[in-house]
């Protein structure tokens, strides 16, 4: 009887427990458990940028900036890239068919790998240029800059 009320509850109480990741745990009134808090210290002006920086966070369960690898930001109507440079951990990011002018925030992102660009019909070829020679990846500029 007893082996088989642990057969039972064992596996119901990891259940429950793992239903409940996000919760903080306490015993006594007193936390036993915290899970690490989504990264929330950066600035960026940008709404559109900052909006899809914060569903990137969200999914991919970031708590430290260098822990964001993969950016899909297209047609989000970003303008300016300013305080993405804190998200050192960038490998992959796409901005296709935004309003981007200028770049040089991501000339600060040394492990990026993959940058997507195409669409932004006023973005400076000189910094799409400069960004292709700084990456070892792939890198796709608008059609202006490939005259």
């Not at 006594?28 to 808090?37: A, G, I, L, T």
């Not at 260098?66 to 998200?87: P, R, V, Y």
Request: proline content about 3%; aromatic content about 6%.
């Amino acid at each position: 009887m007893k082996n088989s009320l642990y057969k039972f509850v064992l596996p119901l109480v990891s259940i429950v427990l793992i239903g409940c990741e996000g919760y903080t745990y306490t015993l006594n009134e007193q936390p036993v458990f915290s899970p690490e808090k989504l990264f929330s210290n950066f600035n960026i002006t940008d709404t559109a940028l900052k909006s899809c920086v914060d569903q990137a966070i969200f999914d991919q369960k970031v708590t430290r900036a260098n822990q964001l690898t993969h950016l899909n930001c297209s047609n989000a109507g970003i303008s300016k890239l300013s305080g993405l440079e804190i998200f050192t951990g960038l490998t992959h990011i796409n901005l296709n068919e935004n309003v981007l002018v200028e770049i040089k925030p991501l000339l600060f992102l040394s492990q990026l790998q993959v940058v997507t660009l195409e669409a932004n019909r006023h973005l400076l070829c000189s910094d799409g240029e400069q960004l292709r020679n700084q990456i070892s990846g792939s890198i796709k500029l608008p059609a202006h800059c490939l005259r």
